[in-house]
T-cell receptor
Framework: DSGVTQTPKHLITATGQRVTLRCSPR?????VYWYQQSLDQGLQFLIQ???????AKGNILERFSAQQFPDLHSELNLSSLELGDSALYFC????????????FGPGTRLTVL | GQQLNQSPQSMFIQEGEDVSMNCTSS?????WLWYKQEPGEGPVLLIA?????ELTSNGRLTAQFGITRKDSFLNISASIPSDVGIYFC????????????FGTGTRLTIIP
């Protein structure tokens, strides 16, 4: 158990809908990262938050957004969902130091029908 | 998005054999991490490497940070059934750019 929790475990929804994925980092970790894992693209970095502020952005679609709350949990919002958004979404957290090991949660499997 | 080149793509070995896999990049990384992922689970951190040339072990696992900083290697000795899974390398540029760039993965299967 990495100490990173994600909910829900599975999500099935229809095209055009909006969903919210939730992540709680390990105790003491200030930085949260979101990654998408699909069969054709592998594991891809989406976005990073540090202590409530956006720190880095990867290949995140404009339909996707995220935020980190004062209690350090984070939410990833996916809107106007398309079939191609079906994937595993992982959250990772780290303490943010010179030795910045990232620990991953169990993921949310999103299926868009 | 960018992915690091990882080889082999898959391995079929017998229990007790040693395993070697590697990861190469066109750009330099200051940190290399190796993860293992099992079906339906998130990646689990196995080994972290922070210095070029560094050799680090974690039980039967040994990983090396390539001297050029563009590659890394993972060895598993005396494989056991629970080693089955997909192994990913990941590179991280530096403090200030903490995102991980992942390899394409090596799927390890152990033949009974």
């Amino acid at each position: 158990d990495s100490g990173v929790t994600q909910t829900p475990k599975h999500l099935i929804t229809a095209t055009g809908q909006r969903v919210t994925l939730r992540c709680s980092p390990r105790s003491g970790d200030l930085s949260v990262y979101w990654y998408q894992q699909s069969l054709d693209q592998g594991l891809q970095f989406l976005i990073q938050y540090y202590n409530g502020e956006e720190r880095a952005k990867g290949n995140i679609l404009e339909r996707f957004s995220a935020q980190q709350f004062p209690d350090l949990h984070s939410e990833l919002n996916l809107s106007s969902l398309e079939l191609g958004d079906s994937a595993l979404y992982f959250c990772a957290s780290s303490v943010m130091s010179q030795y910045n090991e990232q620990f991953f949660g169990p993921g949310t499997r999103l299926t868009v029908l | 998005g960018q992915q690091l080149n990882q080889s082999p793509q898959s391995m079929f070995i017998q229990e007790g054999e040693d395993v070697s896999m590697n990861c190469t990049s066109s750009s330099i990384f200051n940190t290399w991490l190796w993860y293992k992922q099992e079906p339906g689970e998130g990646p689990v951190l196995l080994i972290a490497l922070y210095k070029a040339g560094e050799l680090t072990s974690n039980g039967r696992l040994t990983a090396q940070f390539g001297i050029t900083r563009k590659d890394s290697f993972l060895n598993i000795s005396a494989s056991i059934p629970s080693d089955v899974g997909i192994y990913f390398c990941a590179g991280q540029s530096n403090f200030g750019n903490e995102k991980l760039t992942f390899g394409t993965g090596t799927r390890l299967t152990i033949i009974p």
